[in-house]
């Protein structure tokens, strides 16, 4: 994030100014590239099927059960941003999902996206890895 900043020349921003909502905006694409990453570096496949795959991690069910790997292992800090998050009201819902699914994507997208901005990306990856671990 800093190098995007620095590189771009974008300003320095506090943080406590985003909603939980811009950090799950973010945190949501983060999320997702570093997913999309995971599955293409486990081999070439046609797209459809790369498609699939990804977008089994993605959906607001898995990221439920993805929080539920992971909810232990958070600060207070972390568990603090995730609940600012799975709290904020949404004017949109997923269309498959419940809305306990929805709320709990949410406060991880926030939570993903409070971490990058913060500059935090080997947090997130860690906590990737407890998330996809069987």
Known sequence: MNFIKSY???????IRT???LTLAFIGDVVYDLIIRTIVVEKGNAPVNKLHKKVSSLVKAPAQMEFFHKIEGELTEEE?????????AKSFTSAKNASITEYRTA???????GYLYLTDQFPRILELVKLGLDE
């Open 8 to 14: 771009m020349n974008l300003p320095e921003t506090d």
């Open 79 to 87: 568990l603090g941003i995730y609940k600012r998050g799975r709290n």
């Open 18 to 20: 985003y909603s939980p």
């Open 106 to 112: 949410t406060g991880l997208e926030a939570l993903i």
